[in-house]
């Protein structure tokens, strides 16, 4: 008989690993912040004792979600700018709005709201990309949710940094400051390419091909962008990349609404993951990523939903549901994105692109018990034929009961155990009342 931390039993155990079983009437054994055993709850009791023991008899326990591409602090933004075109929605109002507000203090609050949303929606690992990142990895170690913190570089002068090489720099102390922290990880974060130069994309390929670490970079979200790229250096943003030596197993490419057979094939070879954002695209009205034909060719897809100022939620659950119905529309075939290859992309490919799926993206033995608990009582989720179809198809994020991070019990029973709810509420609406004051 072994002592451990926590066993949680559950009606249904969905692990992600593969030939993605559902396993009934399973139990998940947690000590020391990692999975320790996954086996059928009736024979818990004769191998296993614990003083904190949970029963989720019309639940679902499944990896927590993973959030490959967001900008925390931009929830504050919600809703300040609505239907518009990209370039509009960025130069003329997010842009200015950030060179006025963007502070430590706005980043700390704006994060705060965020993480906040994310655990009420299932996600235990989100990937940022945002100025003053110092502020948002120690919040989110305090508040013990899994990050990737981007060591942001962009051309221009923020209230964080005056160049693309004080940014890096700047990054790079963030990186030794939190080497040690199992909850922090640090992928490079060049803003896009039409935001970062030869120069400093160069010097951050070096890096990373040395420190082998993800780099997280905007690409092909527009025409314009394409466009843009042709007349200032005579190729596709992707081909410059390639020519700069970024295209590679450590590329992440947000967006890729735009792409060519050819790319597509390049990606593949190349082992670089792409991460769809499919509710941003589909606001700002920036294309379609041929999601299933990159799937096709072998590429791996991860899901983010991009900042709340382009959504306006962080909820991945929604996410799915829509990556999946789009992806079958756009390719008019029924079969493309299933709901158990949606899932997929929302754990476990999301973790292989941040490079991190030996800790997380599955529930297995020795990764961290990063868990969600999905409630199936609700009447909205009755019958029950198939628990994976219920989950993409007609759940609703209200339905995340409980999420664990390493084993930590972050979201019980709908109520965070580490944030305060009504604090971040009121000190949102001030933000909402100075922003608004002078918008
Ligand atoms: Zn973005």
Redo the contacts with the bound molecule.
Sequence with gaps: MKTVDTILHARWVLPVTELDPVLHNHSIVIDDGRITDILPSENCAQQYTTSIEKNYPQHLLMPGLINA?T?SPMSLLRGIANDLPLEDWLHNHIWPAEAKWVSDEFVHDGTQLAIAEMLRSGTTCFND?YFFPEVTARLARDIGIRACIGLITIDFASAWASNANEYIDKGLELRDHFRSDSLIHTPFAPHAPFSVCDEALQRIRMLADEMDLPIHI?LHETTEEIEQSIKQYGKRPLERLNDLGLVSPNLMA?HLTQVTDDEITLLAESGSHVVH?PE?NLKLASGFCPVSELMNAGINVALGT??CASNNDLNMLGEMHSASLLAKGVSRNARALSAMQTVRMATINGAKALGLDQVTGSLESGKYADIIAIDYSSLEMQPVYDPVANLIYNSSREQVSDVWVAGKHLLKDRQLTTLNEQEIIQKTQQWNDKIASTD
């Design positions: 591409h900008h990309m905007h947000v954002c941003s991009d900042s």
